[in-house]
T-cell receptor, first 116, second 113 residues
Framework: AQTVTQSQPEMSVQEAETVTLSCTYD???????LFWYKQPPSRQMILVIR??????QNATENRFSVNFQKAAKSFSLKISDSQLGDAAMYFC?????????????FGTGTRLTIIP | DAGVIQSPRHEVTEMGQEVTLRCKPI?????LFWYRQTMMRGLELLIY????????DSGMPEDRFSAKMPNASFSTLKIQPSEPRDSAVYFC???????????FGEGSWLTVV
C-alpha cells in the first residue's frame, strides 16, 4: 500500500524568508502524481502544486517550487519570500496514475506558521 | 470558472437525525469524490463516482452512510441516523477525465451533538 509521510508536524518561518516542507512516500509504481495542498483556517483544500512522476523537471508555481527526487521517493515543497497568507496546514498527497486508482493518499500534514 | 460547490458549509444536528450534504462538481468533470477529514484519521476517501456511477465505496464507514449522483452536476452524501462520531469536515472534490488534479470544495463542517 502506498504511504505518504510528513515528518514535520509544525514549522515556522520569518516573513520574507524561505522554508522547505518535507514529504516522503512509498510506492512500487513508476507512474504517479504528487501534490501539495494548502488548508488555511477556513478548511478549504487548495491545490498548491503538482508533479507528474515521469517528468524530471521540478514543478514551480510562482513562489512555490518542489524538489522531486524519484529514486529517493522524496517530494519537498519550497516556499520563497514567505507571506502571512501562507500560514496554513500543508498536505502532501500521492495518486497512482493508471485507470481505476483514484484514491488520493495524504500525509498527516505540516502546520506552517509565519512570523511577522 | 466556478469551483466545486458544497452545501451546507456548517451544520449542527442532534444524534439520530438525518443529514444530507450536497455537492455540485466543476462542470465537465467526470469524477466526483467524497472525502472526510477528522483529527484522528486525517483525510479519508469515502466514495467516488465516474460519469455518475459509483465505482468504489469501500471507504464508506457503514450502512448509515449513502451517496448518490443522479446527474453530472449534483451529488449527495446522506447519513441516517447520525452519530456524534460522524462529526467531521466532509469534502466533495472533482476532476476531469484526463489529468490528475483533483479540485476540492470548501467542505461541509458537520457537528453531531
Amino acid at each position: 500500500a502506498q504511504t505518504v509521510t510528513q515528518s514535520q508536524p509544525e514549522m515556522s518561518v520569518q516573513e520574507a524568508e524561505t522554508v522547505t516542507l518535507s514529504c516522503t512516500y512509498d510506492t512500487s509504481e513508476s507512474d504517479y502524481y504528487l501534490f501539495w495542498y494548502k488548508q488555511p483556517p477556513s478548511r478549504q483544500m487548495i491545490l498548491v502544486i503538482r508533479q507528474e512522476a515521469y517528468k524530471q523537471q521540478n514543478a514551480t508555481e510562482n513562489r512555490f517550487s518542489v524538489n522531486f527526487q524519484k529514486a529517493a521517493k522524496s517530494f519537498s515543497l519550497k516556499i520563497s519570500d514567505s507571506q502571512l497568507g501562507d500560514a496554513a496546514m500543508y498536505f502532501c498527497a500521492y495518486r497512482r496514475s493508471n485507470f481505476g486508482n483514484e484514491k488520493l493518499t495524504f500525509g498527516t500534514g505540516t502546520r506552517l506558521t509565519i512570523i511577522p | 470558472d466556478a469551483g466545486v460547490i458544497q452545501s451546507p458549509r456548517h451544520e449542527v444536528t442532534e444524534m439520530g437525525q438525518e443529514v444530507t450534504l450536497r455537492c455540485k462538481p466543476i462542470s465537465g468533470h467526470d469524477y466526483l469524490f467524497w472525502y472526510r477529514q477528522t483529527m484522528m484519521r486525517g483525510l479519508e476517501l469515502l466514495i467516488y463516482f465516474n460519469n455518475n456511477v459509483p465505482i468504489d465505496d469501500s471507504g464508506m464507514p457503514e450502512d448509515r452512510f449513502s451517496a448518490k449522483m443522479p446527474n453530472a452536476s449534483f451529488s449527495t452524501l446522506k447519513i441516517q441516523p447520525s452519530e456524534p462520531r460522524d462529526s467531521a469536515v466532509y469534502f466533495c472534490a472533482s476532476r476531469p477525465g484526463t489529468g490528475g488534479t483533483i479540485y476540492f470544495g470548501e467542505g461541509s463542517w458537520l457537528t453531531v451533538v
